[in-house]
């Protein structure tokens, strides 16, 4: 199974988009954001199947919920991720 | 023992409340939002569930913008501090608590101005009263949703429509009616609402909120960490965070969410038709009793469970010691923290013994509350 990790600044919009994609049959966790995926802050991010990006995407604009980058996770032992969008730059 | 003082707070709570507050003590009491851990998320994620409960009461479309306060106090400074500046002007009503006055006098100190809207207790609400108390530096309406002291309910929703109309930032002060009256902050044009969660919604104390509407800028009372942003050494300004600084309550927001749930569970209508229930036999029985003076409204329209009263000229003080010691009935009796609106109902100078009922008093409590109040006003007070 392929996942995806979507971040955030805080815990909340995470929290909300946790239970909104529930009722919409899709999970989610929430995860502490990896550090090499993050500003140095202490962020949130969910972990999600990569099948559901879309309807997460969507979803988490529809809620206008500010995440900051997609990333496709290739090998987590190796840290290694693709960005798929950062908000810094393609916005 | 007969509890008639939920105006303060309420008594009992649903036992739904205090298990999951234990359970919460016992397996998940965790800092929310600030590590990565089972016990930290699933705190987290029922704080959160809080807030989505607390938006479907109030019909609040972003259940982010509600911040979690200490108490209403808190939300009230919140609100009032983070919004007025030197050169502003603010209007309140005559029945306001020292929750509102006592921050806006503070801030007169910095060039804040105040107008003060006179209220008739037996009158209906006339919102000329307030169009004419209107300036043009007027920056906020705040008032009370319902009188802690004569259970008066205020016309919000004409008063939201007067701001909305004029611009004018609507901040409600819903301690006496969270939980027990219905609160919608689109309907009723509400900018601001401050709720505490110990009275009508059953949390703990402890607990409160404030309603923040999108895009309302505050400055925040408070900085620190909020588990956000940690790179930055600048107070984050995205909605709760900008207002919660230092951990969270959890277990008295995992109590105020069951709380919220039982209430959404039971329906807002079904608690106020219990409530006028038990207020009209009490009112009815009241009427009957010699020398018993019933302050303001003393109808069933436009009130709460609360009602003032004197009996005679015997001290507001003395009749609630009897209360509590000779029958076992708790009551609250002095000014309520309202100077303001004993004022307006005459009564500074001797105060007045409140009883508030809610949903979860009965009948028989009310019987008893009344036996007492004739007992003492014959003069048999021990």
Avoid: W
Wanted: proline share 3%; charged share 25%.
């Amino acid at each position: 199974m392929k996942y995806n990790i979507m971040t955030f600044s805080s815990i909340n919009p995470p929290s909300r988009l946790k239970r909104a994609a529930s009722k919409k049959g899709m999970f989610v966790n929430i995860i502490r954001t990896p550090t090499s995926l993050s500003d140095k802050g202490c962020s949130y991010s969910i972990r999600y199947k990569e099948i559901d990006n879309d309807g997460l995407i969507s979803l988490a604009d529809n809620l206008k919920l500010n995440y900051r980058r997609i990333f496709k996770e290739q090998d987590k032992n190796n840290n290694e991720y693709i960005k798929l969008y950062d908000k810094l730059s393609d916005r | 023992m007969i509890y008639l003082d939920n105006a303060a707070t309420s008594y009992p709570k649903p036992s739904t409340v205090c298990d999951e507050m234990l359970r919460c003590m016992k397996f998940y009491c965790a800092n929310p939002g600030r590590s990565g851990h089972k016990m930290s998320l699933t705190a987290s994620e029922k704080i959160y569930e809080c807030r989505e409960n607390l938006s479907q009461l109030f019909n609040i479309a972003n259940p982010l913008n509600i911040v979690f306060t200490s108490n209403a106090t808190e939300g009230l400074n919140i609100g009032i501090k983070g919004i007025l500046k030197p050169k502003d002007h603010v209007i309140i009503s005559s029945l306001e608590h020292n929750s509102v006055v006592r921050p806006i006098q503070k801030l007169m100190k910095s060039e804040v101005s105040c107008s003060i809207v006179p209220i008739n207790t037996n009158k209906a609400f006339d919102t000329n009263n307030i169009l004419q108390k209107i300036r043009e530096n007027t920056k906020l309406i705040v008032v009370t949703h319902a009188s802690n002291v004569t259970g008066q309910i205020l016309p919000i929703k004409r008063i939201g429509k007067i701001a909305k109309e004029k611009n004018i930032i609507f901040m409600v002060d819903a301690a006496q009616t969270a939980g027990c009256h219905h609160i919608d902050v689109q309907e009723q044009n509400i900018d601001i609402l401050v709720f505490p969660g110990h009275k009508g919604l059953f949390g703990p104390q402890g607990t409160g909120g404030i309603y923040i509407k999108e895009g309302l800028e505050l400055d925040s009372l408070k900085e620190g960490g909020t588990g956000s942003y940690s790179e930055s050494i600048s107070q984050p300004q995205i909605l709760p965070d900008k207002m919660e600084s230092g951990t969270l309550n959890t277990p008295g927001i995992v109590g105020l969410n069951e709380g919220v749930k039982y209430i959404l569970k039971n329906g807002i209508d079904e608690i106020i038709k219990r409530e006028r229930e038990l207020i009209e036999y009490f009112l009815n029985g009241l009427k009957e009793i010699n020398n018993v003076t019933i302050y303001g409204n003393n109808g069933l329209d436009n009130r709460t469970g609360t009602v003032s009263i004197n009996i005679g000229n015997i001290d507001c003080m003395l009749v609630s010691h009897e209360l509590d010691k000779r029958y076992d009935i708790m009551a609250r009796s002095g000014l309520h923290c309202s100077y303001l609106a004993h004022k307006t109902i005459g009564t500074v100078n001797k105060g007045t013994v409140r009883f508030s009922l809610n949903c979860l008093n009965s009948y028989r409590h009310v019987q008893k509350a009344l036996l007492a109040i004739k007992n003492i006003s014959e003069g048999k007070i021990t």
